[in-house]
């Protein structure tokens, strides 16, 4: 029996951030015909999360012209650890009350009436760099996703290393015995450094102690509850003095974290994004790898260091490649 | 023309360390049938080092009753980096004058009569533990070499990782930002807490500035010029207080190091050898264990952590395995 074709191979992929949710439908050349975005839920709990996350898909689904059920299917980049089997997600530690397991692709096929894949969003962050954007050219990559959290994606020998399943936590490298405490509840981690919500947390007591910022009321003024990565921005750019130290320690961080990781896998190129990654840009991506410098064992033969090519969208459409 | 079949198929390995040189010779079966030891020249140059390689590797052959030019080929597992091609070793830090490019294998070649082949030395090591001893469970593993410096060897998806030819570097990540300073220059690496030639300048200096410590007239009494693994052994044993706590500053620093590489990596398995680990022994792995537990993000799956099984014949066993 021949089986009818659908006249438009289209899928549908979506980045689910600590603190952003971006959905976007793309074609079968992987271009993007339509996106949406909504902040991700900062109360609630998993179920919150999932409709907002139905919501932006159907927003993106209707700028693209299609119903999210006459999608192909849709593929998920979520935080946490992802059941591959059944499309679960559990401990997404940057996630509102998502302490537990809770059955995302399920939850989401029933939303939207189409195939729900779900993988980890470091790992489609860097496939889609790696296979579309900055690491083309490359067969050993390290992605950087510095935002909310720090994550890692590797590709070693042109394939996504998982190690266990867990593999990638570079933000959970020790960079300084004894040091700052991470939300991860542990000391001296990277991401105590240079996450962003590490980064909230530690301004926000400096500024309750009377560290005078111009944090909080930048933040306000954009509208905002949580610090973002462009209200950090604009911080740095008005030369607030606790943002510029909090950022100059996530850049010393990042370079002693990722120079660590390169003494150790020797990885032919490193590319940076997330939502701080993606803000603050090139100028920052050269400070990243000065930071590097003076801890690279082969200091004379550093690895590649590129900014993602695929920009804020790239969790997106490495999320629309799982399907 | 049929060739002329040796009677026996006997090989050579060499392991070259920065405190002593280890010859072994083998049979098709990787049993030992002849060992000898040397200690590495601590002044000279590449030439002495290879004077006493050829040196061992002859003592080694006499003991299994063959000459040098019988054997198949000699493998030398070598710190430095490596010219797989030709055998040339460069940068060969803990070796004395070892700064430049020294033809190594063309030198041992000419010595011994028979073909020599040169790796590095922690993947040689890790190499032998992955076909032969504690690896041979797991798919994916990290070697871990304490000794004079501390070296990583990696097993992914049961193949060795070298990066670019120059990873594995898992004793120059950082692990204390701003930290003590290194024997490679930098600051912070766990080396520079771990690392036997490290721990020894450490302990120098304070016994200089007045701290005392038996660790000194022990290395005197073994006849030894520096503090080698069995010194730093005996005065644990004795309570010597500097003793103790340098040694527990660098289980320290190898629970934040390895914890930071299986963060990185989440391996299956983590084999620890080098001078120290294999004198220490299982207490010692106990303890690294404990170490590293607080660090470890999915901290409910440790991997499995072993001693060497192959012990201090393990570099040279793998070296032979190079022929």
Redesign the interface.
């Known amino acids: 029996m021949t089986q009818a074709r659908r006249p438009r191979r289209l899928r549908g992929g979506i980045d689910l951030g600590g603190t952003k949710i971006e959905a976007i439908v793309v074609d079968a050349g992987n271009s993007v015909l339509g996106s949406a975005r909504r902040p991700t839920p900062t109360s609630g709990g998993p179920p919150d999360v999932a409709a907002a996350m139905v919501e932006a898909m159907r927003s993106a689904a209707s700028a693209a012209r299609i119903e999210p059920s006459g999608l192909v299917g849709v593929g998920v980049g979520s935080p946490g650890s992802i059941d591959a089997a059944t499309g679960a997600v559990a401990s997404a530690r940057n996630l509102p009350g998502w302490t537990g397991s809770y059955p995302l692709a399920e939850v989401l096929t029933s939303g939207l009436g189409t195939r729900v894949v779900v993988d980890n969003d470091v790992s489609v962050g860097t496939e889609a760099e790696f296979r579309l954007g900055a690491g083309q050219p490359y067969t050993?990559v390290l992605g950087v996703f510095w935002g909310t959290g720090v994550g890692?994606g590797?590709i070693?020998?042109s394939q996504q290393?998982?190690?266990?399943?867990?593999?990638?936590?570079?933000g959970?490298?020790?960079?300084?015995?004894g040091?700052r405490r991470c939300p991860?509840g542990?000391?001296?981690?990277m991401e105590a450094y240079a996450g962003r919500a590490a980064m909230e947390a530690r301004a926000r007591k400096l500024a309750k102690r009377g560290t005078s910022t111009k944090l909080f009321k930048l933040m306000e003024k954009e509208g905002h509850t949580r610090l973002t990565s462009s209200v950090w921005a604009k911080a740095v750019e008005a030369g607030d003095r606790l943002a510029v130290e909090l950022i100059d320690e996530a850049v010393?961080?990042l370079g002693?974290?990722i120079?660590?990781?390169v003494?150790?896998?020797?990885?032919?190129a490193v590319i940076i994004g997330g939502g701080l990654g993606v803000r603050f840009g090139e100028p920052y991506i050269k400070r990243i790898t000065d930071a590097m410098q003076?801890?690279l064992?082969?200091d004379g033969?550093p690895?590649d260091i590129h900014p993602v090519a695929l920009g804020d969208l790239g969790g997106a459409i490495g999320a629309a490649l799982l399907v």
């Open positions: 050993s890692g590797l070693l020998d290393w998982h190690g266990r399943g867990g593999a990638g936590e570079i959970h490298m020790v960079i300084k015995l040091g991860c542990r000391r001296g981690c010393a961080a002693a974290g120079a660590s990781a003494n150790l896998l020797d990885v032919e003076p801890h064992f082969n033969r690895p």
